[in-house]
């Protein structure tokens, strides 16, 4: 897996800046944006971690153990997250 890079100047960004989302460039300035498929691939994991943290309810799991679980889970999204992010110039739409 590799991180992404600017769509204008090719400098690949670091991990750390990627995991609250960058909105430019530090090399040139440009605006980043998500493109489709990115933004895709990120809200395909959203229903499913939802469904995983109700499912844990129903099964009436211990709340510690649910806390450690969604802890756990919100620790992956935010270490895989930034591998899946591509750029582009424009915002494209959701569609």
């Known amino acids: 897996m590799e991180l992404p890079r600017c769509w204008n100047c090719n400098h ?6 990627l995991c609250f989302r960058i ?9 980043q944006f998500l493109t489709k ?3 895709n691939r990120i809200f395909v994991f959203s229903p499913i971690c939802s469904i995983l943290i109700i499912a844990m309810f129903i099964l009436d799991l211990n709340n510690i153990l ?4 969604t802890g756990i889970l919100l620790l992956s999204i935010f270490t895989f997250f ?3 992010y591509q750029f582009t110039d424009k915002e494209q739409p959701f569609v």
Do not use: D, M, T, Y
């Open 82 to 84: 930034p591998f899946v």
């Open 66 to 69: 649910i806390a450690c679980i």
């Open 23 to 31: 909105k430019s460039c530090p090399s040139c300035g440009e605006s």
């Open 12 to 17: 690949q960004f670091a991990w750390k800046n």
């Open 37 to 39: 498929e990115s933004r």
